[in-house]
């Protein structure tokens, strides 16, 4: 019983190292003043704003809700198996195991989150996946990719929206923008971003042969606004167009889309998923203020890189996972050298330990920097 006790103990300890590390008060100071912000009565008249708010809200809501729910849990369990005089405290020593090990995988679970530390990571993500290399066998590559994602994301319980999506012309598509909103949302896509190699016996091919294809994924947070950098109005020209696709007959019968153009980038991003004009206009801006602070960042990372005399080039061809069909079974993620013998179940979804180990290694790195 005392190695029980002792264990136990040292799981309360590494608990309150962990939300140390998780800047715990600091949540709940946040969660305090966004709350009596709430609590304002003019606080509904910014309704973007209101809803960002809320939603972090509830985040902090649940986030804060999981952590007093271990902490009771373990101190009880703790007064239970430490309690000499109470005569079920041996007889039910095996309980008090099974109850450690269910909050030992409750907590390692949660323990991911270390990993996250942009400011970025609690945002819905905006992801763009754009058909490459391969021709016809790339743009069903590319469909294959965004139903692996829509899978995932439905999987982990996440709401999707589709953006912008451009069919190919045989099959396939071009490329599509999904909005994915959830928890961590951000955080736990930005580690998908990057070049997607098929290897497979092509359905395209009258001969059946061996195709390679390429698939670009690339992942942005939706902010409501530009944080490190001035977006001026003058620099964005705006263009509307009638949409495409499905949406309903309003959506597809009138100049609902919109196309936002950055002048000074080049930087073009569009919506069409909505009904209203207004309400693509306002969507596209999320998207462009993301692409934006990505590419600032990048371009800042870039100079960086050069005065360490670091600098490499990210090109198309610099894959980050292979998928291979044949005349093998595997997904490989080159980062991290994780693998899978099951190609058929990650395409399904099945993407959460290539996510985990590409974000421990993330963690890993920065720690050695």
Same mark, same amino acid.
């Given at each position: 019983?005392?190695e029980?006790?002792?264990?136990?103990?040292?799981?309360k300890?590494?608990?309150?190292?962990?939300?140390?590390?998780?800047?715990y008060?600091d949540?709940?100071?946040r969660?305090?003043?966004?709350?009596?912000?709430?609590?304002?009565?003019?606080?509904?008249?910014?309704?973007?704003?209101?809803?960002?708010v809320?939603?972090?809200?509830?985040q902090?809501?649940?986030?804060?809700?999981?952590?007093?729910?271990?902490?009771?849990?373990?101190?009880?369990?703790?007064?239970?198996?430490?309690?000499?005089?109470?005569?079920?405290?041996?007889?039910?020593?095996?309980d008090?195991?099974?109850?450690?090990?269910?909050?030992?995988?409750?907590?390692?679970?949660?323990?991911?989150?270390?990993?996250?530390?942009?400011?970025?990571?609690?945002?819905?993500?905006?992801?763009?996946?754009?058909?490459?290399?391969?021709?016809?066998?790339?743009?069903?590559? @590319?469909?294959? !990719?965004?139903?692996?994602? +829509?899978?995932?994301?439905? $999987? #982990?319980?996440?709401?999707?929206?589709?953006? %912008?999506?451009?069919?190919?012309?045989?099959?396939?598509?071009?490329?599509?923008?999904?909005?994915?909103?959830?928890?961590?949302?951000?955080?736990?896509?930005k580690?998908?971003?990057?070049?997607?190699?098929?290897?497979?016996?092509?359905?395209?091919?009258a001969?059946?042969?061996?195709?390679?294809?390429?698939?670009?994924?690339e992942?942005l947070?939706?902010?409501?606004?530009?944080?490190?950098?001035t977006?001026?109005?003058?620099d964005v020209?705006?263009?509307?167009?009638?949409?495409?696709?499905?949406?309903?007959?309003?959506?597809?019968?009138?100049?609902?889309?919109?196309?936002l153009?950055?002048?000074?980038?080049?930087?073009?991003?569009?919506?069409?998923n909505?009904?209203?004009?207004?309400?693509?206009?306002?969507? @596209?801006?999320? !998207?462009?203020?993301?692409? +934006?602070?990505?590419?600032? $960042? #990048?371009?800042?990372?870039?100079?960086?890189? %050069?005065?360490?005399?670091?600098?490499?080039?990210?090109?198309?061809?610099s894959?980050?996972?292979?998928?291979?069909?044949?005349?093998?079974?595997?997904?490989?993620?080159?980062?991290?050298?994780?693998?899978?013998?099951?190609p058929?179940?990650?395409?399904?979804g099945?993407?959460?330990?290539?996510?985990?180990?590409?974000?421990?290694r993330?963690?890993?790195?920065?720690?050695?920097?």
């Amino acid at each position: 019983m005392d190695e029980l006790i002792k264990a136990i103990q040292t799981f309360k300890e590494r608990l309150e190292s962990i939300q140390v590390s998780l800047h715990y008060d600091d949540k709940r100071a946040r969660l305090i003043e966004l709350q009596s912000v709430s609590a304002d009565p003019s606080f509904w008249e910014n309704r973007s704003r209101a809803q960002a708010v809320s939603q972090e809200i509830a985040q902090l809501e649940r986030w804060l809700s999981f952590w007093t729910d271990i902490n009771k849990r373990t101190g009880d369990l703790l007064s239970l198996a430490d309690d000499d005089k109470a005569d079920h405290a041996v007889n039910m020593k095996e309980d008090f195991e099974l109850e450690l090990q269910r909050l030992e995988k409750e907590v390692a679970e949660k323990e991911v989150e270390l990993m996250f530390d942009d400011q970025h990571d609690s945002s819905p993500a905006i992801l763009t996946i754009y058909s490459g290399a391969g021709g016809v066998d790339a743009q069903d590559w @590319a469909s294959m !990719i965004e139903r692996m994602y +829509l899978r995932f994301a439905d $999987q #982990a319980g996440w709401k999707t929206a589709i953006l %912008q999506r451009t069919p190919g012309q045989e099959a396939g598509i071009k490329n599509v923008t999904i909005r994915v909103a959830g928890p961590f949302a951000y955080g736990y896509l930005k580690a998908e971003a990057g070049v997607h190699r098929l290897v497979r016996l092509s359905p395209f091919d009258a001969d059946h042969a061996r195709h390679t294809s390429f698939a670009m994924v690339e992942v942005l947070p939706e902010l409501e606004e530009a944080l490190t950098i001035t977006v001026n109005d003058d620099d964005v020209r705006v263009d509307v167009f009638r949409a495409s696709g499905h949406g309903g007959q309003s959506v597809n019968t009138t100049d609902s889309a919109v196309r936002l153009t950055h002048t000074p980038t080049g930087i073009t991003v569009s919506c069409q998923n909505e009904r209203s004009q207004m309400q693509n206009k306002e969507q @596209a801006w999320k !998207i462009l203020f993301g692409k +934006l602070e990505k590419y600032y $960042q #990048a371009q800042r990372e870039e100079e960086r890189q %050069q005065l360490r005399g670091e600098f490499t080039d990210n090109s198309w061809g610099s894959q980050i996972r292979s998928y291979v069909l044949h005349p093998y079974k595997m997904v490989k993620d080159h980062r991290t050298k994780y693998e899978s013998k099951d190609p058929d179940a990650v395409l399904e979804g099945d993407i959460g330990l290539f996510i985990e180990a590409e974000l421990r290694r993330q963690a890993q790195e920065r720690l050695e920097h």
